[in-house]
């Protein structure tokens, strides 16, 4: 038997932390979409116990460092199940660039091998083993617009984003995740993203109120370190994007537009400066 789930991308249009837990995890505040930017994680059922990952990216790992692995250890975990899966995963998404693909991945799997294995487990229970794999797994078994809190395991779906268009530039560097949530400084964060305003915006479907307060409070603190981001988000704003802000911990940065034309302009204009550059529309993958 064999099953294909998608994984898209996801980009934070709001990104807050509020304090940090006594175990180091830190406490979200974020607006997250997905866009359609997307992975396909086949999954194969095989004779043995074994857990096979294969890729066709050179440099990801295929053993249990890979996020697709983690998520069928967790899942056989749970269930008591004792049988083996291949898992092929055709990579689109940049590696390590904020905008969660391995994350997309592992979630893929898990509702993936829900279906395949007829688990019956809905969205929430899967969201809340995704936890175990990574703070972005819970919202990518979604992936719907939705607002997370928490350590991430807290999803609550939106409205559909009114219609609009997506630039994605991906300079040239990859971030480690790890060591940008390392260097985050409450008493030093002087501005945090309006994220109520930015959730009545999308309530509302007001462009105006939604691109006034997107905001991503680790910004700063990856383009200390890599000045290429304010580089490319100042070209975003220069070619007509309506905002642009960094996703994640970086260092994509996203441009939205209103306008399909203008969309185009910033993109072919974008590619000349960065080799990475994707034009992409929101998604709503549970939206038939
Ligand atoms: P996050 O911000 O959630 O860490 P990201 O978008 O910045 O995500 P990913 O592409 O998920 O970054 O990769 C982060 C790290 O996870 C990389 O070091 C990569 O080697 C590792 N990884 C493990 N499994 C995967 C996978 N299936 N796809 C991509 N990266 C993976």
Same mark, same amino acid.
């Given at each position: 038997?064999?099953? =294909?789930?998608? *994984?898209?991308?996801?980009?934070?249009?709001?990104?807050?932390?509020?304090?940090?837990?006594?175990?180091? /995890?830190?406490?979200?505040? &974020?607006?997250?979409?997905?866009?359609?930017? !997307?992975?396909?994680? &086949?999954?194969? #059922?095989?004779?043995?116990?074994?857990?096979?990952?294969?890729? /066709?990216?050179?440099?990801?790992?295929?053993?249990?460092?890979?996020?697709?692995?983690?998520a069928v250890s967790v899942l056989k975990r749970y269930?008591?199940?004792?049988?083996?899966?291949?898992?092929? @995963?055709?990579?689109?998404? +940049?590696? *390590?660039?904020?905008?969660?693909?391995?994350? #997309?991945? *592992? !979630?893929?799997?898990?509702?993936?091998?829900?279906? &395949?294995?007829?688990?019956?487990?809905?969205?929430?229970?899967?969201?809340?083993?995704?936890?175990?794999?990574? $703070?972005?797994? +819970?919202?990518?078994?979604?992936?719907?617009?939705?607002?997370?809190?928490?350590?991430?395991?807290?999803?609550t779906p939106l409205p559909k984003l009114p219609p609009?268009?997506?630039?994605?530039?991906?300079?040239?560097?990859?971030? $480690?995740?790890?060591? @940008?949530?390392?260097?985050?400084?409450?008493?030093?964060?002087?501005?945090?993203?309006?994220? /109520?305003?930015?959730?009545?915006? @999308?309530?509302?479907?007001?462009? *105006?109120?939604?691109?006034?307060?997107?905001?991503?409070?680790?910004?700063?603190?990856?383009?200390?370190?890599? +000045?290429? @981001?304010?580089?490319?988000?100042?070209?975003?704003?220069t070619f007509g994007a309506d905002a642009a802000q960094?996703?994640?911990?970086?260092?994509? =940065?996203?441009?939205?537009?209103?306008?399909? #034309?203008?969309?185009?302009?910033?993109?072919? $204009?974008?590619?000349?400066?960065?080799?990475? =550059?994707?034009?992409?529309?929101?998604?709503?993958?549970?939206?038939?």
């Open positions: 038997m064999q099953i =294909v789930e998608k *994984a898209p991308a996801k980009i934070n249009l709001g990104l807050d932390t509020l304090f940090e837990h006594p175990n180091g /995890d830190k406490e979200w505040d &974020m607006v997250m979409t997905s866009v359609d930017l !997307a992975d396909y994680v &086949m999954l194969e #059922s095989l004779h043995t116990n074994r857990i096979e990952v294969v890729t /066709d990216s050179g440099f990801l790992p295929n053993d249990r460092r890979n996020l697709a692995f983690q269930c008591h199940i004792d049988r083996g899966v291949r898992i092929k @995963i055709r990579k689109a998404i +940049p590696v *390590a660039a904020g905008l969660g693909g391995g994350s #997309s991945d *592992a !979630a893929a799997v898990l509702r993936g091998l829900n279906r &395949m294995w007829d688990l019956h487990l809905d969205l929430a229970t899967l969201a809340r083993l995704g936890l175990q794999v990574d $703070s972005d797994v +819970p919202y990518c078994v979604y992936s719907q617009t939705a607002h997370v809190t928490g350590k991430g395991d807290v999803v609009m268009w997506i630039i994605l530039a991906k300079p040239k560097v990859s971030v $480690s995740t790890p060591n @940008i949530l390392r260097q985050v400084n409450y008493e030093r964060i002087d501005q945090h993203p309006q994220i /109520d305003a930015l959730l009545a915006g @999308i309530q509302q479907q007001d462009f *105006a109120e939604i691109f006034a307060n997107m905001g991503n409070v680790l910004e700063p603190i990856t383009a200390k370190r890599y +000045p290429e @981001i304010l580089q490319i988000k100042r070209q975003l704003l960094m996703s994640g911990t970086g260092p994509t =940065v996203f441009g939205v537009c209103r306008k399909q #034309s203008r969309a185009q302009r910033v993109y072919n $204009s974008l590619k000349g400066f960065c080799r990475e =550059v994707y034009l992409v529309r929101p998604v709503n993958l549970n939206e038939h």
